[in-house]
């Protein structure tokens, strides 16, 4: 793929996205540092950049109180950053040049293309249509939902927490403006289940949105759905199923011994669906048993499906790669999935981002094992109680910030600078995605005619 002439140089899709992101954490920083978008002295430097990077990657790892630290400005900043992060910012600006009337150039194909996906033949402008609509209809019904069960003294702030909440869950954000995120509600069915929706159809994906929405309609192009389609749908129900069950397994005689049962089924499966990337919990997640933590772990890891609001390695390259290994299991050189061939490049892909996925965990925890050891014991009170403590809270930490997830056990306000910046690329890598950020700062070059002697390597 060449760069594409633009009007400040050459830019391939990949270099776009990145920059487009970087610019608006830059702008929103700048937002957020500014005294009014604080209710009480005005945030650091790191603090902003911390506050914008999270919000923008729609991760909701916090240094600062949402609700009690910023004022409504800042807290409308933090909003419109969620908005634009997880929609992305090349959709807006080639939504603008559709209903401009404008025709759409490559690059900018290319880029929404690389951004969302356009799998089962839609368009660009299609897509794009679906996008808005679908998360707008969404977000604005989910706000409604929320504000009628929403504690407040008037109906606007009823309503304005109502459409706070509901843009970070379809977003899968995880802000809130609540200290204790949405443990008030644990026992609200209405709440849990308006969230959990809002939180599963955002990390669906919008092309997978796009044919769930073609399909209900009876368009005559969804009679049956695509391969991307049906792996992420199977893929995340598995995930939620089997999460919900083994959080409820491992919890019933902890976090939710003093629930009963239809609450503590409710608690268990929110739980499984919020891990998987949104970041609210009804649950206290510093409480929560090693192996219950474990499997969050695995969750956030995974994260959603490919051209949603989620991040993590995505459920299509997991689908992909446990099809990878089945079919070298049965001696097959073919993969397959639901009676179709997965095409070589799509299993190298999947390989290729878990693999970048492992390489730059590895790298960020040794870094945070690094920068956080320095602190001593009066600074890890309250967070952990030794050495070994740390190291499971900082991968727990590494990998909801790579997950763009945003739960955490209590290391985030505590961490040191240096550990802060770390936390920081982790989140602007898990919501671009390492592949897209190792094409950006890399040159492409063609494929070239020749090729090296084969060699040998003895596998494992």
Known sequence: MNDVRYVWGRWSPARLIVVSFASTIAVGTLLLRTPVASSGPALGWLEAFFTATSATCVTGLIVVDTGRDLSMFGQVVVLALIQLGGLGIMSFSTLGLIAMGKRLRLHHRMVVASTLGTPGGLTIGSLLRHVIGISLAFELIGALLLAWRWPAETVGEALAAGLFHSISAFNNAGFSTRADSLIGFQGDGVVNSVVMVLIVCGGLGFPVLAEISAWARGSDKARSFTLHTKVALSVSAALIGGGALLIFLLEARGTLAHLALPQQLMASLFQAVTSRTAGFNTLPVGSLHAATLFVVLLLMFVGGSPGSTAGGVKTTSVGVLLAFVRARARGRESVDMFRRSVSPEDVRRAVAVVAAAVALLILAIFGLLVTEHVRGPAELAGSMADESALA?????????????????????????????????????VGRIGPLTIAMALGKIHSPGTYRYPQGRVIPG
Do not use: C, D, N, Y
């Not at 056990?409 to 910046?421: C, E, M, Q």
């Open 392 to 428: 499971h809270e900082v991968v727990f930490e590494a990998v909801s910030a790579l997950g763009t997830v945003g739960l955490s056990t209590g290391l985030t306000r505590s961490l040191t600078s240096p550990g802060r910046l770390i936390i920081i690329l982790l989140m602007f």
